[in-house]
């Protein structure tokens, strides 16, 4: 199964209007990394919070990991038509030493944000 | 600078026929990932480069798979006798050796077998 799951899978949303997507993992982490895909491509690279920290802000990105429930959500304030993607997060698994760990990816959650 | 390239975009190819994605990393990037995206779904893992070896090719799906990177940089993914099952979106990755790792994908390459 999915180191990563997020929920909502689909998330619709007015322009302005918040969003915040959840993120689940099973084992215990290193790091958890949110990234961006627009169509089906190639993704980006959003947000990076270690385990030893509970949140994290990038612009109009908010991030918290809670290690207790093995969980993180990322929420984007004031929405914009052009934050419409799939949002995915990323696990990079404690135990793990050295760089170039291995991330492994959620299904990922489709945003849609309507002008 | 020049990100991370991968070539074709996109491949049609019939069942049967062998295949090679490419991909050209960030130059300096020592580690390159690949993965495999199917319609809707997530990623999934299937080789790790570091360097020019491969200390984790657990994804591999199957034999027909395989993949080599030369020089520390290029890598070819290659798919062997392709089926239906293997059209995909084929995705590239590579992260410096600075950590925590962040990866930086390629645009990707769309393959599909009819």
């Known amino acids: 199964s999915q180191q990563g799951e997020e929920d909502p899978q689909a998330l619709s949303i007015q322009e302005g209007e918040n969003a915040t997507m959840n993120c689940s993992y099973k084992?215990?982490?290193?790091?958890l990394q949110w990234y961006r895909q627009n169509s089906g491509r190639g993704l980006v690279h959003l947000i990076l919070?270690?385990?030893?920290?509970r949140e994290k802000h990038s612009g109009r990105l908010r991030v918290t990991l809670d290690t207790s429930k093995k969980s993180s959500s990322l929420l984007i304030t004031a929405s914009r038509a052009a934050d419409t993607a799939s949002y995915f997060c990323?696990?990079?698994?404690?135990?793990?030493?050295?760089?170039?760990?291995?991330?492994?990816f959620g299904k990922g959650i489709t945003l849609s944000v309507r002008p | 600078g020049a990100g991370v390239s991968q070539s074709p975009s996109n491949k049609v190819t019939e069942k049967g026929k062998d295949v090679e994605l490419r991909c050209d990393p960030i130059?300096?990037?020592?580690?390159l990932y690949w993965y495999r995206q199917s319609l809707g779904q997530g990623l999934e893992f299937l080789i790790y480069?570091?360097?020019?070896?491969?200390?984790?090719k657990s994804g591999l799906p199957s034999d027909r798979f395989s993949a080599e990177r030369t020089g520390g940089s290029v890598s070819t993914l290659t798919i062997q006798r392709t089926q239906q099952e293997d059209s995909a979106v084929y995705l590239c990755?590579?992260?410096?050796?600075?950590?925590?790792?962040?990866?930086?994908f390629g645009p990707g390459t769309r393959l599909t077998v009819t």
């Open positions: 480069f570091q360097g020019n070896s491969a200390p984790d």
């Open positions: 084992t215990s982490i290193n790091n």
């Open positions: 919070i270690r385990s030893n920290e």
């Open positions: 990323a696990t990079d698994r404690r135990g793990v030493t050295g760089a170039n760990s291995k991330l492994t």
């Open positions: 130059s300096g990037h020592t580690a």
């Open positions: 990755a590579s992260s410096s050796t600075s950590y925590p790792t962040k990866q930086y």
